[in-house]
């Protein structure tokens, strides 16, 4: 088992290493992707989380075997590292195995993964998703995921740690998340914009492509919009 992978196709523009830490996810976000790209029943994948077998042993073993080091690991694709109302123990074991082989992490959740901020430094990266300020919206759209006022307070409390703080605007299912970057931009060290992708939506992508890229200059931000977007954005029109 090789838990520690490189990332294909359009995950490669989050990292360029990862691990998928549980076998499933309760936060039941209807966009979700992984039961399809893990080709698993969506209903099983809600419901059935639990830790991959033995994937911390997995995990001290391949950096051992391998001697992987100073790399920057994602947490995780497939799954999140914090999934609400269950254990995440094994994804605060894997983060120390990492730190102690000379890794950093770059995490993503719709979770709250303070428990952790103890174990992170200035090396690190602590993300969290976030697709609507509507908390009203969020509840419909990812029913089981922390609030997005809760995620956005722990990575307002990561960054006060001197911990490298992003946020992944992506699948972006309402354009009121404008005015959170606006409003909270300079607490992220990065950025990351995507569409939603493979859902119908009322949204004009190229014209929030372009606002959200403007916005992100005016604001001297490090922001990356995401390919489905950028594409998008190069349909017709003209971008300031
Ligand atoms: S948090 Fe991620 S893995 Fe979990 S249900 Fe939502 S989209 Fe899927």
């Known amino acids: 088992m090789k838990p520690i992978y490189e990332p294909r196709g359009a995950a490669k523009e989050y990292g360029e290493a990862a691990i998928n830490i549980y076998t499933g996810c309760p936060h039941r976000c209807y966009y979700c992707f992984a039961p399809t790209v893990l080709r698993r029943d969506r209903e099983q ?6 830790p991959r077998k033995d994937i911390v042993q997995e ?3 391949q950096l051992d075997r391998e001697h992987i ?3 920057l690991i994602h947490l995780c694709f497939t799954c999140d590292p914090y999934p609400t109302g269950y254990d995440t123990t ?3 074991e894997i983060i120390k195995l990492l730190k102690a082989s000379g890794n950093h ?7 709250d993964g303070h428990r952790d901020f103890d174990l992170l430094d200035g090396g690190d990266w602590y993300g969290v ?5 509507d908390n009203h919206l969020a509840g419909i759209a990812e029913p089981y995921a922390a609030d997005p006022a809760i995620r956005l307070t722990g990575l307002l409390h990561a960054k006060a740690r ?3 703080t992003w946020v992944s605007f992506e699948p972006v299912i309402d354009t009121g998340v404008l005015k959170l970057l606006q409003k909270y931009g300079t607490a992220f060290d990065k950025v990351k914009i995507g569409k939603l992708n493979y859902h119908p939506s009322d949204i004009d992508w190229a014209d929030f492509g372009r606002r959200a890229e403007v916005l992100c200059r005016e604001m001297g931000l490090d922001y990356y919009i995401k390919d489905s977007l950028r594409a998008e954005m190069g349909k017709g029109g003209c971008s300031k």
């Open 45 to 50: 994948f809600h419901t059935c989380v639990e």
């Open 59 to 61: 995990v001290a073993k």
């Open 69 to 71: 080091t100073g790399k």
């Open 90 to 92: 094994p994804t605060r």
């Open 105 to 111: 992490v770059q995490i993503l959740t719709k979770g």
């Open 129 to 133: 998703t976030i697709s609507t300020q």
């Open 162 to 164: 001197g911990i490298r």
